[in-house]
Protein backbone atom coordinates (compact mmCIF):
# COMPACT_ATOMS: atom_id res chain seq x y z
CA UNK A 1 0.00 0.00 0.00
CA UNK A 2 2.34 2.72 0.83
CA UNK A 3 4.73 1.60 -1.99
CA UNK A 4 2.00 1.94 -3.97
CA UNK A 5 1.46 5.41 -2.76
CA UNK A 6 4.97 6.24 -3.31
CA UNK A 7 4.72 5.65 -7.37
CA UNK A 8 1.54 7.32 -7.30
CA UNK A 9 2.72 10.39 -5.60
CA UNK A 10 6.10 10.70 -7.94
CA UNK A 11 3.83 10.04 -10.94
CA UNK A 12 1.88 13.40 -9.93
CA UNK A 13 5.37 14.98 -9.54
CA UNK A 14 7.04 13.25 -12.95
CA UNK A 15 3.22 13.56 -15.06
CA UNK A 16 3.79 10.08 -15.64
CA UNK A 17 1.08 7.34 -16.00
CA UNK A 18 1.50 4.54 -13.50
CA UNK A 19 -0.27 1.62 -14.41
CA UNK A 20 -0.20 -1.97 -13.79
CA UNK A 21 2.48 -1.69 -10.88
CA UNK A 22 3.04 -5.06 -9.66
CA UNK A 23 3.36 -6.84 -12.69
CA UNK A 24 5.78 -4.41 -14.02
CA UNK A 25 7.86 -4.89 -10.62
CA UNK A 26 7.43 -8.33 -11.09
CA UNK A 27 8.85 -8.40 -14.53
CA UNK A 28 11.62 -5.87 -13.35
CA UNK A 29 12.83 -8.51 -10.69
CA UNK A 30 13.46 -11.32 -12.92
CA UNK A 31 16.93 -11.09 -14.08
CA UNK A 32 18.88 -13.92 -14.59
CA UNK A 33 22.01 -13.47 -12.11
CA UNK A 34 19.94 -13.78 -9.12
CA UNK A 35 19.31 -17.07 -8.66
CA UNK A 36 16.58 -17.87 -6.01
CA UNK A 37 17.64 -14.79 -4.01
CA UNK A 38 14.05 -12.64 -3.27
CA UNK A 39 13.88 -9.08 -4.26
CA UNK A 40 11.55 -7.26 -2.77
CA UNK A 41 10.43 -3.49 -2.98
CA UNK A 42 9.65 -1.35 0.28
CA UNK A 43 9.02 1.50 1.75
CA UNK A 44 9.78 0.88 4.35
CA UNK A 45 13.90 0.43 3.85
CA UNK A 46 13.73 5.03 3.67
CA UNK A 47 10.35 5.97 3.56
CA UNK A 48 9.23 8.95 0.74
CA UNK A 49 12.61 8.98 -0.09
CA UNK A 50 13.17 10.10 -3.75
CA UNK A 51 16.93 8.87 -4.02
CA UNK A 52 17.00 4.76 -5.27
CA UNK A 53 18.79 2.50 -2.61
CA UNK A 54 19.25 -1.32 -1.43
CA UNK A 55 20.16 -2.99 1.22
CA UNK A 56 21.50 -7.18 1.28
CA UNK A 57 21.85 -7.55 5.09
CA UNK A 58 19.66 -10.76 4.80
CA UNK A 59 20.93 -14.22 3.62
CA UNK A 60 18.35 -15.02 0.50
CA UNK A 61 16.76 -10.91 0.42
CA UNK A 62 17.73 -7.95 -1.45
CA UNK A 63 15.49 -5.10 -0.67
CA UNK A 64 15.14 -2.13 -2.79
CA UNK A 65 13.39 0.89 -1.24
CA UNK A 66 10.33 2.74 -3.06
CA UNK A 67 12.15 4.90 -5.25
CA UNK A 68 13.36 1.93 -7.33
CA UNK A 69 10.17 1.19 -7.97
CA UNK A 70 8.72 4.37 -8.98
CA UNK A 71 12.10 4.72 -11.11
CA UNK A 72 10.99 1.66 -12.95
CA UNK A 73 7.34 2.01 -13.40
CA UNK A 74 7.74 6.18 -14.34
CA UNK A 75 10.72 6.71 -16.00
CA UNK A 76 11.28 2.99 -17.36
CA UNK A 77 14.41 3.84 -19.78
CA UNK A 78 17.33 2.14 -20.49
CA UNK A 79 19.84 4.48 -17.80
CA UNK A 80 17.35 3.47 -15.56
CA UNK A 81 17.48 -0.47 -16.05
CA UNK A 82 20.62 -0.36 -16.24
CA UNK A 83 21.18 1.42 -12.51
CA UNK A 84 19.32 -1.14 -12.00
CA UNK A 85 20.47 -3.90 -12.59
CA UNK A 86 24.08 -2.67 -11.73
CA UNK A 87 22.30 -2.20 -8.37
CA UNK A 88 21.03 -5.45 -8.12
CA UNK A 89 24.32 -6.84 -9.35
CA UNK A 90 26.19 -5.06 -6.07
CA UNK A 91 23.54 -6.30 -3.60
CA UNK A 92 24.04 -9.85 -5.27
CA UNK A 93 27.61 -10.09 -4.69
CA UNK A 94 26.95 -9.11 -1.06
CA UNK A 95 24.14 -12.17 -1.22
CA UNK A 96 27.09 -14.83 -2.62
CA UNK A 97 29.44 -14.14 0.32
CA UNK A 98 31.21 -11.21 -0.03
CA UNK A 99 29.98 -9.67 2.55
CA UNK A 100 31.36 -5.89 3.90
CA UNK A 101 33.29 -6.61 7.35
CA UNK A 102 31.83 -3.25 8.93
CA UNK A 103 35.47 -2.29 10.72
CA UNK A 104 34.34 0.57 13.36
CA UNK A 105 37.19 0.66 16.13
CA UNK A 106 40.41 1.71 13.74
CA UNK A 107 42.02 4.26 12.07
CA UNK A 108 41.83 1.64 9.21
CA UNK A 109 38.04 1.37 9.25
CA UNK A 110 37.74 3.46 5.75
CA UNK A 111 40.01 1.08 3.77
CA UNK A 112 38.89 -1.75 5.39
CA UNK A 113 35.15 -0.88 4.51
CA UNK A 114 35.55 0.09 1.12
CA UNK A 115 37.73 -3.45 0.18
CA UNK A 116 34.11 -4.83 0.53
CA UNK A 117 32.70 -2.33 -1.71
CA UNK A 118 35.10 -2.64 -4.22
CA UNK A 119 34.61 -6.38 -4.26
CA UNK A 120 30.45 -5.52 -4.87
CA UNK A 121 30.92 -3.34 -6.92
CA UNK A 122 33.28 -4.76 -9.14
CA UNK A 123 31.71 -8.18 -9.56
CA UNK A 124 28.17 -7.08 -9.31
CA UNK A 125 29.24 -4.93 -12.76
CA UNK A 126 30.71 -8.45 -13.93
CA UNK A 127 27.28 -10.10 -12.74
CA UNK A 128 24.73 -7.27 -14.02
CA UNK A 129 26.54 -6.66 -17.90
CA UNK A 130 28.86 -9.66 -18.51
CA UNK A 131 31.68 -7.61 -18.44
CA UNK A 132 29.96 -4.92 -20.88
CA UNK A 133 32.20 -2.08 -19.15
CA UNK A 134 30.35 0.41 -20.87
CA UNK A 135 26.88 -0.39 -19.87
CA UNK A 136 28.83 -0.45 -16.38
CA UNK A 137 29.77 3.21 -16.45
CA UNK A 138 26.58 4.19 -17.46
CA UNK A 139 24.96 2.74 -14.96
CA UNK A 140 27.27 4.57 -12.58
CA UNK A 141 27.00 7.99 -14.18
CA UNK A 142 23.21 7.71 -14.01
CA UNK A 143 23.83 6.62 -10.19
CA UNK A 144 25.92 9.44 -9.20
CA UNK A 145 24.49 12.21 -11.53
CA UNK A 146 20.39 11.25 -9.02
CA UNK A 147 21.69 10.80 -6.08
CA UNK A 148 23.60 14.34 -6.13
CA UNK A 149 25.53 13.33 -3.19
CA UNK A 150 28.81 11.97 -4.16
CA UNK A 151 31.38 11.59 -1.79
CA UNK A 152 32.92 9.55 0.16
CA UNK A 153 31.76 8.00 3.40
CA UNK A 154 33.23 5.65 5.71
CA UNK A 155 30.93 3.07 4.67
CA UNK A 156 31.54 3.56 0.70
CA UNK A 157 33.56 5.62 -1.57
CA UNK A 158 32.11 7.70 -4.08
CA UNK A 159 30.32 6.71 -7.38
CA UNK A 160 33.26 8.77 -9.41
CA UNK A 161 35.75 6.64 -7.70
CA UNK A 162 33.97 3.63 -9.50
CA UNK A 163 34.31 5.20 -12.49
CA UNK A 164 37.99 5.85 -12.55
CA UNK A 165 37.87 1.57 -11.16
CA UNK A 166 36.13 0.42 -13.83
CA UNK A 167 38.19 2.27 -16.71
Known sequence: ????LHVWRRSLYLKRNCNDISARLKAAKRLPFVGKTRIIFSWFLDGFSNHPGAMS???????????????????????????????VGHEMMHQLGDYTFWETFTKDKRFVNWVGEVHADYGG????FEGRVEEAIL????????????RDSQ????????IHLIL
Open 1 to 4: MLLK
Open 155 to 162: GHWSLIRI
Open 57 to 87: VFPGLIVLNAEWAARLILIDDVDVKNAFRFT
Open 125 to 128: SKLA
Open 139 to 150: AVRYKAKELKID
